[in-house]
């Protein structure tokens, strides 16, 4: 069933791509998503895959881990630091891949309020084109739309 609110996906820049879609949730609930344990161990791994490892320090200068396990056994990581936290409305923070030296990205997420809902915009700066070409190609639009209909799905059967 396609989703009300489609993932838009763009390259502003050879460096660039633009995630954007809205959530039907407040800016709040959308920003304790992305960054609870609790909550992100609900959503934020593949269909079929799990999220094993979930570090989260919450603060400027924190880092953050994530291991997740596929159905065939084989992990994958991410890492990184928190830059910036505003409650509600902002993360910006590094990332890399645990298998993958492909340098660091840089994550800026916005949460904005639209009559009760969440647009939400997470722009990724690659350290190179070809960087950002690899990412999109090996399935960052099925990947990230399969993500973000399971953050909608939390959001939408949640009380948090």
């Known amino acids: 069933m396609p989703t009300a609110f489609p ?4 390259m502003p820049t050879d460096r660039e791509i633009v995630l954007t ?24 791994s593949p269909t079929g895959w799990t999220l094993e490892t979930c570090e989260v320090d919450l ?3 924190g880092a953050w881990h994530f291991r997740m396990r ?19 409305a902002r993360i910006v923070n590094t ?19 639209e009559q009760g809902r969440t647009r939400y915009t997470s722009t990724m700066l690659f350290p190179s084109q070809e960087v950002r070409d ?18 909608s799905d939390l959001l939408r059967h949640s009380n948090a």
């Open 7 to 10: 993932l838009t996906i763009t």
């Open 21 to 44: 879609r809205l959530f039907d949730a407040p800016p709040a609930f959308v920003y304790e998503a992305l960054t609870s344990p609790a909550l992100l161990r609900r959503w934020y």
């Open 59 to 61: 603060r400027e200068g």
């Open 70 to 88: 596929k159905p065939n056994g084989k992990t994958v990581g991410q890492r990184g630091v928190y830059r910036e936290l505003v409650p509600a």
């Open 95 to 113: 990332e890399t891949w645990d298998d993958w030296d492909a340098g660091e990205t840089i994550v800026t997420t916005t949460l904005a309020e």
């Open 134 to 151: 690899v990412v999109f190609k090996n399935g960052l639009e099925s990947s990230a739309g399969d993500l973000y209909e399971r953050l």
